[in-house]
């Protein structure tokens, strides 16, 4: 399942539905939970989650330097593979 996340909101209510080997692409606000302790102060139920950021939202916050080590950057074309890798997708508001 591919959790598409847009606000710590979103995440807090996704993570509680997370299942293990399900991918977060945090995007938009969301974003500034890829920063290495927020994202770890904010864990998710399963460890084996799969965690991306959309670069352009990072970069345009100001976050690049300030990115978690567990977050991996995609752009909009790696965005698309990650919708077309995944059977079932969700956002989270």
């Known amino acids: 399942m591919l959790h598409i996340i847009k606000s710590r909101d979103g995440f807090e209510a996704a993570k509680s539905y997370s299942c293990d080997q399900d991918t977060f692409l945090l995007i ?52 698309v593979s990650l919708t077309a890798k995944q059977e079932n997708s969700i956002t989270w508001q």
């Open 28 to 79: 938009e606000d969301a974003v500034y939970l890829a920063i290495c302790s927020e994202f770890k102060q904010q864990g998710t139920k399963e460890s084996n989650v799969n965690v991306y950021a959309l670069e352009n939202d990072i970069e345009a916050r100001g976050l690049t330097r300030l990115l978690g080590c567990e977050v991996k950057l995609v752009d909009y074309k790696g965005f």
